[in-house]
């Protein structure tokens, strides 16, 4: 009876599906299940056992590594299970070896990528290390630097399919040509963005304006830059454009002016003039606010067709757009105080009507 179900389960086993022994593909299941499991032990022992090792050590080089090829190193683990999945089930086509190879060169540049991502704060400090260099240029660095990985390991890939990259781009002829001249805003993009960068004309979270353009840079890319306007419209312009533009960038500045004039009455005495242009001047200049070391003009310039107009011209301590209206407005109530105080008021537009009276004539 045994010897019957043995000789059934040989049968079953040696039933061949697909011209292959049911045992081996049942094998080649079985292969790749383990492959499987050994990838989660390798997750939960091994990498564990590692991350406890690293965080013992005092720098983090080893810390972003390990993470880095962290999920790389659990991808050869399938790799492998397929590598003998279609070991076992006799397969020996060469498309198979090409995906399984494709496979293996995609996890190697995969750990490259990944690894770049990581140290960029250490590519950050050793460019530094040469001269000044801004977050931004170091981005725009690590951006080229993931393109460069990326694209090589296309290549790698088209040259094990047995594509020369080489000769196919040769092979374009006029689509290469028009290819060639429709990169050539997107190459003066990249150009323009690189200017951007190593210019240091802005940096992201900076008040700028580049034509009829303003607002709050939001991100510098290879292509384009975001800039945020006031009333919250996400603007995009291509590098280029920016690049051969004139760039107001308000942020960089340290003071900001005041220009304004007072328009008094005409009926204001000279002596009260003398002393209101005097004592607007001397509260700007005992004022904490307001730069000393700038240029501070209060005069009185002009004749104005319905005022006696005072000039002012000063800049505050502070850019500070909050703290800049807060100081203006605390500058305009002194002045009022001081116009009121010396008797005089604040002139506004008018119009003076005379009638002449006909004079009359006796008979």
């Known amino acids: 009876m045994q010897q019957n179900s043995f000789e059934s389960l040989l049968n079953i086993l040696n039933y061949k599906f697909l011209s292959l022994p049911l045992y081996k593909i049942v094998l080649a299941f079985v292969v790749l299940f383990l492959f499987l499991v050994l990838r989660r032990a390798f997750t939960l022992y091994i990498l564990k056992f590692f991350r406890f090792l690293v965080r013992k050590t005092k720098t983090e080089l080893d810390d972003k590594f390990l993470k880095a090829i962290k999920n790389p190193l659990r991808f050869l683990f399938v790799i492998a299970g397929l590598y003998f999945f279609f070991l076992f089930l006799e397969v020996d086509y060469a498309i198979i070896k090409h995906i399984l190879k494709g496979l293996l060169i995609f996890d190697i540049f995969w750990a490259l990528y990944n690894i770049v991502g990581e140290f960029e704060e250490y590519i950050y400090k050793g460019l530094g290390k040469f001269g000044r260099a801004s977050r931004e240029f170091v981005s725009f660095i690590i951006k080229l630097l993931k393109i460069f990985i990326v694209s090589i390991g296309i290549i790698a890939l088209l040259q094990d399919w047995g594509i020369n990259v080489t000769g196919f781009l040769a092979s374009l002829g006029l689509g290469g040509l028009a290819f060639a001249l429709a990169a050539k805003d997107t190459a003066a993009n990249i150009f323009g963005g690189i200017a951007i960068l190593t210019d240091n004309i802005f940096k992201i979270g900076e008040w700028v304006k580049v034509g009829n ?145 006909p004079l009359k004539i006796e008979r």
């Open 213 to 357: 353009v303003e607002g709050i840079v939001e991100d510098i890319g290879m292509r384009t830059t975001k800039i945020r306007a006031f009333d919250k419209r996400l603007i995009i312009l291509p590098n280029a454009t920016i690049a051969n533009s004139a760039v107001e960038n308000y942020s960089r500045r340290d003071k900001r002016r005041i220009m304004m004039r007072i328009g008094l009455v005409y009926n204001t005495p000279i002596e009260t003039i003398k002393k209101i242009t005097d004592e607007i001047r001397e509260m700007l200049l005992n004022h904490p606010d307001i730069a000393k070391d700038e240029s501070l003009l209060i005069y009185f310039d002009q004749f104005e067709d319905s005022s006696l107009s005072i000039f002012c011209y000063f800049f505050t301590n502070t850019a500070v757009w909050k703290d800049y209206l807060r100081i203006r407005e605390d500058i305009n109530l002194k002045i009022i105080d001081i116009v009121e105080r010396n008797g005089s008021a604040f002139a506004f537009p008018s119009n003076s009507i005379y009638f002449e009276t």
